[in-house]
């Protein structure tokens, strides 16, 4: 091998590795996990060549971008599972608390935003008066 293939070879494995580990952290690295609760706005099936589960939670209380404006706060929210989107359809309308994932970045197949649901925490009872788990 001649110094300057070695040279090329050691540069565009190091450029590899980089893009590796820079992909890994920005699509598949775990930022942050929590749980939100509010009144299931809404769950879609859509995408032109990747479809996904896009949803809305919206939750109590109001919030403000602008000075002078208030709009509800909601929580734009992916599903990856085919059985907990369908289970989400389900309950549209209703009060539940939602476990998430938070990515740096939305990928492809997985969904259009950063937070991803992967499972039904709670869902609340209007008998009881409160939130109830998931059986």
């Known amino acids: 091998m001649t110094r300057k293939t070695k040279t ?31 009144n299931l706005n809404y769950i879609v099936y859509k995408g032109y060549i990747f479809k996904t589960y896009e949803g809305m939670l919206i939750q109590t209380g109001f919030k403000s971008k602008i000075q002078g404006t208030i709009q509800s706060n909601e929580f734009p929210f992916s ?11 389900k ?27 992967d499972k039904i925490e709670n869902i609340y009872s209007t008998e009881n008066k409160q939130f109830e788990p998931i059986n």
């Open 8 to 38: 090329i070879t050691i540069s565009t494995l190091c450029i590899v590795l980089f893009l590796a580990i820079f992909m890994y952290f920005r699509y598949f690295y775990v930022f942050g996990e929590g749980i939100k609760a509010g």
């Open 79 to 89: 599903v990856a599972n085919d059985s907990l989107a369908n289970k989400l359809m």
């Open 91 to 117: 309950l549209s309308g209703s009060d539940v608390q939602l476990h998430y994932k938070e990515y740096f970045a939305p990928f492809l197949w997985r969904g259009k935003s950063k937070y991803v649901v």
